[in-house]
Structure formats: C-alpha cells, structure tokens
C-alpha cells in the first residue's frame, strides 16, 4: 500500500505487468475448462447416438458448439493480442483489450455450460425440468460471476483501480 492506503507503489509499466501476469493466471483456469469442454462437444457428433437427436436436440447442440468456439477463441485471444503488441510499449492498453476479450470469454463459456447442460438434461430427462434446472444453474453462475462482483464493485466504487 501506499502511504495515503489508497494504492501500490508500482510505476504505470510494474502496474502493467503486474496486471498482465494476473490476467494470465485467471485465463488458465477458464480456458483449460472451455477446451475440455469444447473437445468433448466435437465428439458428440461421431456418436452412434447422434442420428437419433430430433431437430431441436441437434439445433441446441449446434449453437452449443458454436459458443463452446467462441469461448474457446475469445479465451485463447490474449496470445495473439500479446504476439502481435509485444514489444510496442502498449501494455496498459495490451492488459485492457485483453481484459474485455477474457470477460467476454468467461461469458460465453457460461452459456456454453448452460447450453450443453440443457441438451443433456433433456436428452436425460425431457420436458420442462431439464429447462428448470437448466434455468436454475445459469442463475447460479451469474451470480457468482456477475452479481456478487458487480455488487462488490458497487459498493466500493469510491476505492480506486488496481
């Protein structure tokens, strides 16, 4: 901390750097889990089993799969971000481009989970549980991935940045 408590006695460039490294550690934890499950998506469809989906079952895993890459690319974006800027002096604006594209990602990842745990449940289950619980599983994520952060900022919104 500072000497007033409000801050860290780092340079725009430490802040940065520092800033980086923890953005990088968050993206190994979500993009390990997007690729995992990106990975068993493309499989689903050499499954015997897959003729048999009616029309809603292989639309929902379409669009499953289709978030499922988007999660995957937007989370795996800080590499090209860093190849292409690295070495430019830009990395304050290197951290927020990339900031933006890893909540994207995280989003993404979430209606990912969403998506496949819907199409499994009503594989399993059908009919109005598997789109409850369905429901109820993508009220927890956001909020414990939105909610509570964005009241933990709302709340101390007068303290400053990192």
Known sequence: MSEDGRGRHETPNERADRRWNE?????????????????????VVFTPRFTSLSTFERNLYVVTVVLG?????????PVAYH?????????????????RVVTLGVVLLALTVGSALLLLLHLAL??????????????????????L??????????????
Do not use: C, H, Y
């Open 126 to 147: 059908g009919g109005p549980l598997s789109w409850l619980i369905a429901a109820v599983v993508m009220a927890w994520f956001g909020l414990w991935w939105l909610l």
């Open 149 to 162: 952060p964005w009241l933990l900022l709302r709340r101390n919104d007068d303290r400053p940045g990192d």
């Open 83 to 99: 190849r292409l800027l690295a070495g430019r002096r830009l990395k304050p604006e290197l951290v927020d481009a990339t900031s």
């Open 69 to 77: 890459a988007l999660a995957t690319g937007a989370l795996i974006a």
């Open 23 to 43: 953005l990088l550690q968050e993206v190994r934890v979500a993009q390990t889990g997007a690729q995992i499950l990106f990975g068993f998506l493309l499989s």
